[in-house]
């Protein structure tokens, strides 16, 4: 089991929400128990033990067949998804817009930075590497930090010419428009040797789009 080396005192913060170009972002933190934590790594870990070439996006390790895998820590991903159900809610009120909760669940799967060379890693930074990506086909994106050595790696989102940086601070959520153009802050190989980045997206859309995929 792998054990979190880093302690820190209970974060105070439970969820906070702001407006960026005309989109709402929403935060929240503490999501789940140390123990939840622990079982979808190792879950996510025995998924990526698989050496398939497949399983790398870019530089970053991701699983492929998350969602078809047999579970062995059935309890945390019932958490889990409890947890991005509240959340869920939590980000239709605050939006003031119903139609929100008509979004479903399409889509979710990990990725895992922590082995990847110097050179990889120098790519990622340019904006032409193809890192900086939308999920246009989807509505709503979360992304969850299971793992992160620091809350500075979190997510770029760009939108009408601006860019903000998200924190990515380890366990909590971001809650973000997938059709807007973002990417992951990764740590660099050095110190995500030592502590790796981790993180869990879901993406949600609305049952007519599947009409026409």
Same mark, same amino acid.
């Given at each position: 089991?792998?054990?979190?080396?880093?302690?820190?005192?209970?974060?105070?913060?439970?969820?906070?929400?702001?407006?960026?170009?005309?989109?709402?972002?929403?935060?929240?933190?503490?999501?789940?128990?140390?123990?939840?934590?622990?079982?979808?790594?190792?879950?996510?870990?025995?998924?990526?033990?698989?050496?398939?070439?497949?399983?790398?996006?870019?530089?970053?390790?991701? $699983? @492929? +067949?998350?969602?078809?895998?047999? /579970? *062995?820590?059935?309890?945390? !991903?019932?958490?889990?998804? #409890?947890? =991005?159900?509240?959340?869920?809610?939590?980000?239709?009120?605050? $939006? @003031? +817009?119903?139609?929100?909760?008509? /979004? *479903?669940?399409?889509?979710? !799967?990990?990725?895992?930075? #922590?082995? =990847?060379?110097?050179?990889?890693?120098?790519?990622?930074?340019?904006? @032409?590497?193809?890192?900086?990506?939308?999920?246009?086909?989807?509505?709503?994106?979360?992304?969850?930090?299971?793992?992160?050595?620091?809350?500075?790696?979190?997510?770029?989102?760009?939108?009408?010419?601006?860019?903000?940086?998200?924190?990515?601070?380890?366990?909590?959520?971001?809650?973000?428009?997938?059709?807007?153009?973002?990417?992951?802050?990764?740590?660099?190989?050095?110190?995500?040797?030592?502590?790796?980045?981790?993180?869990?997206?879901?993406?949600?859309?609305?049952?007519?789009?599947?009409?026409?995929?």
């Amino acid at each position: 089991m792998t054990e979190f080396n880093i302690r820190y005192p209970d974060d105070p913060r439970t969820n906070l929400n702001f407006d960026f170009c005309g989109n709402r972002i929403y935060r929240a933190y503490n999501v789940l128990t140390e123990e939840d934590r622990q079982g979808l790594i190792e879950e996510i870990e025995d998924e990526l033990s698989v050496n398939d070439p497949n399983n790398w996006d870019l530089s970053v390790e991701a $699983t @492929n +067949n998350l969602c078809n895998r047999k /579970l *062995k820590n059935r309890e945390c !991903w019932i958490n889990f998804f #409890k947890m =991005v159900k509240t959340h869920f809610y939590n980000y239709a009120k605050v $939006t @003031n +817009n119903p139609k929100i909760l008509e /979004l *479903k669940i399409q889509s979710y !799967w990990a990725k895992r930075m #922590k082995g =990847v060379s110097e050179q990889n890693y120098a790519e990622e930074l340019y904006i @032409n590497y193809g890192n900086s990506h939308s999920h246009d086909n989807f509505d709503l994106g979360l992304i969850y930090y299971l793992k992160n050595p620091s809350r500075i790696y979190g997510t770029l989102i760009e939108n009408r010419g601006r860019e903000i940086i998200v924190p990515g601070d380890e366990n909590s959520i971001l809650f973000h428009h997938s059709n807007i153009n973002h990417q992951p802050v990764m740590p660099p190989p050095v110190i995500a040797k030592e502590y790796y980045r981790c993180v869990i997206v879901v993406d949600f859309m609305h049952p007519e789009k599947l009409k026409y995929l």
